[in-house]
């Protein structure tokens, strides 16, 4: 037997070698991997304080992800794509840092502030606008997958009149917890001359009124509840490093779940009996905190 | 595989409530979570005590059965606060 095959059978298959049971799940390695989970933890808690991100709460959501998907799934649906517009942009971070200051997690302000509002005053003027909010999730595709599984949103990234698109993914602190929120605003600019027209010739007062009027306002206040994200323009490294916390849990947690089945079924296969922890407990319980790993990654959408 | 699902049933039957017990929490477990989905400290502290429910559900499944040893109680607080440190990186990694 060559020397990697020999390495495997000592770690995952027991036999009088190990002391009839699979040497990765003996103590001393049980031990290593505890201490190997320590390390993680204040590994990433250093990275976390260096990358200067003040919430303790990782996530790994970028405008970049979200701008990249939502054009894949129009384009799926034999949509035309969105073009990034900075206005709107700017309107979707105005807004999420406004729900932060204000404490509400709703499309329209405590002090009755519509998304439109923001929209307007970044100077956008549209013929159609909609916003998506979602918070508590971990990942882009999180994000979309519940906006296109809940029909109202769905609806927005699908509509075919709007042309332009903006993000905002900022971290803070919203009814008390640490959270992300993500702001998409959707939008159509006024192009028609006549239209244009009445714009220069400043009617602020009608304009607004005139342009909600016109466009399915009811429509484009679909906000997703989900999961939230943090959102503080989350730098690349704070990212980067809630990517691979969640991958390192993940791939721990499936090494742990290998080990114990390999060990499980040649131990019933040998008929060997001997003093250990329970298998079938242990993967019951890898398998509860299996399905809660992937709960944390979901998030709520309005 | 065989011999896997038979040892599986019979340690079903044999434990049926512990297990059953087990299966509970667990769905507790993960009810709560749901609940107060992104209440970072609430989520750890939920995780934390079915932690701490496995080590003490597996000390009282080996009392029963009779088989209890340092080495087995030993090996329940490893796995079990391995996976809490693994957890605590994605709720609370700050």
Do not use: C
Request: hydrophobic share 45%; proline share 4%.
């Amino acid at each position: 037997m060559n020397p990697i095959k020999t390495f495997l059978h000592h770690l995952f298959v027991p036999h009088q070698g190990n002391n009839y049971r699979a040497k990765a799940l003996h103590i001393d390695f049980l031990t290593y991997y505890l201490l190997f989970a320590l390390f993680l933890t204040f590994g990433f808690k250093i990275l976390y304080a260096k990358s200067g991100d003040i919430l303790g709460f990782a996530t790994d959501i970028t405008v970049d992800k979200l701008y990249q998907l939502t054009n894949s799934v129009r384009q799926q649906n034999q949509l035309p794509t969105l073009t990034f517009n900075e206005q709107l942009a700017s309107a979707a971070q105005r807004k999420a840092s406004d729900m932060f200051a204000k404490n509400y997690w709703s499309h329209y302000g405590p002090d009755g502030a519509t998304p439109w509002d923001f929209i307007l005053s970044s100077g956008y003027r549209y013929e159609f606008a909609g916003e998506n909010l979602a918070k508590n999730f971990l990942f882009s595709q999180g994000v979309v997958d519940a906006w296109m599984n809940s029909s109202s949103h769905k609806d927005n990234i699908l509509k075919r009149d709007y042309t332009e698109v903006g993000f905002a993914v900022l971290n803070g602190v919203l009814n008390g917890e640490e959270t992300t929120l993500v702001v998409e605003m959707f939008g159509k600019p006024l192009s028609t001359p006549i239209a244009q027209e009445r714009l220069t010739l400043e009617q602020p007062e009608t304009l607004p009124n005139t342009v909600e009027a016109e466009s399915p306002v009811t429509e484009n206040k679909p906000v997703i509840q989900q999961p939230a994200i943090l959102a503080q323009k989350t730098s690349p490294q704070s990212k980067n490093v809630g990517q691979i916390s969640f991958n390192s849990s993940l791939i721990f947690l499936t090494f742990l779940f290998l080990a114990i089945i390999l060990d499980f079924y040649f131990a019933t296969k040998l008929h060997i009996i001997r003093i250990t922890g329970k298998n079938l407990a242990h993967l019951i319980f890898i398998g509860f905190i299996f399905v809660g790993l992937l709960l944390l990654t979901k998030g709520s959408v309005l | 595989m065989k011999h896997l699902v038979i040892h599986i049933q019979k340690e079903l039957k044999k434990n049926l409530f512990d297990y059953l017990l087990l299966i509970t929490a667990g769905t507790l477990f993960l009810i709560s979570l749901n609940i107060f989905k992104g209440e970072r400290l609430l989520e750890f502290i939920i995780l934390f005590i079915f932690i701490s429910f496995y080590i003490v559900w597996g000390i009282y499944h080996h009392i029963i059965e009779d088989s209890l040893h340092l080495k087995t109680v030993v090996e329940y607080i490893l796995i079990a606060f391995t996976l809490l440190f693994l957890l605590k990186i994605i709720i609370l990694p700050g």
